[in-house]
């Protein structure tokens, strides 16, 4: 029992090393996510000093589950240039988003998108719209070709409008974890990207 609980604490250490030095390596010469602003809110990258806050909206957004810590050192970092906020008039974080780079999206020239959410009291207002284009911009400057997403195949609410977007799927696969289907999807900025609304995209895997 004492050494399947030591291979596990080693596999959990080797995996968070692994997350935190490719992720510190791949954006050491990125800049900080620039300063944008949509009426009254400011978006930026996501600062030490906004951390706090914008991890507390990812915990109330999963209902109380706070984010892992290898990803909370992660930001703490480099969260200036792996993540972006969006501010309201008073400063406070009221919408966020989560990037980072996996050893695919580092193959692939992608980034992966893992979070993204906005307050309830702020919805409507363009913002998540605005944190992803934010995003793209940013990444895009620094020869990024797209995102990725994961999502679980019953999760119509993120799965419509992902594709709207222009996600397409490219994987499905089983995951031992939850026991459900996933989906592995893609959107490349110059391809595949849309704002504007459109009709619901089939579910089919892309080629």
């Known amino acids: ?16 090393a692994g997350l935190l030095g490719r992720n510190l390596i791949q954006v050491r010469r990125y800049r900080a996510v620039p300063l944008r602003c949509h009426g009254a809110y400011r978006l930026c990258g ?59 999206d580092l193959a692939e020239g992608r ?18 719209t605005e944190l992803r284009r934010s995003a793209i911009l940013h990444f895009r400057d620094h020869g990024v070709r797209g995102y990725s997403a994961r999502i679980t195949a019953d999760n119509i609410a993120s799965l419509k409008p992902s594709m709207r977007l222009g996600f397409r799927i490219v994987e499905r696969y089983h995951d031992a974890a939850t026991g459900g289907q996933r ?25």
Do not use: Q
Not at 5 to 16: F, H, Q
Not at 114 to 120: A, K, T
Not at 193 to 199: D, K, Q
């Open 111 to 128: 980034v992966h998108s893992s979070f993204s959410g906005v307050h309830p009291a702020h919805r409507g207002r363009g913002l998540a």
């Open 46 to 104: 996501m600062k030490r000093v906004y951390l706090a806050e914008a991890l507390s909206l990812y915990a109330e957004l999963h209902d109380g589950k706070p984010l892992d810590l290898p990803r909370r050192w992660l930001y703490r970092l480099a969260g200036d240039r792996l993540g972006v906020v969006a501010l309201d008039i008073e400063g406070r974080v009221v919408g966020a988003a989560f990037y980072g780079f996996t050893p695919r």
């Open 1 to 16: 029992m004492a050494f399947h609980a030591l291979t596990r604490y080693l596999r959990v250490g080797l995996a968070s």
């Open 183 to 207: 989906f592995y999807l893609v959107c490349d900025f110059d391809e595949d990207y849309r704002e504007a609304a459109a009709p619901a995209a089939s579910l089919k895997t892309g080629p």
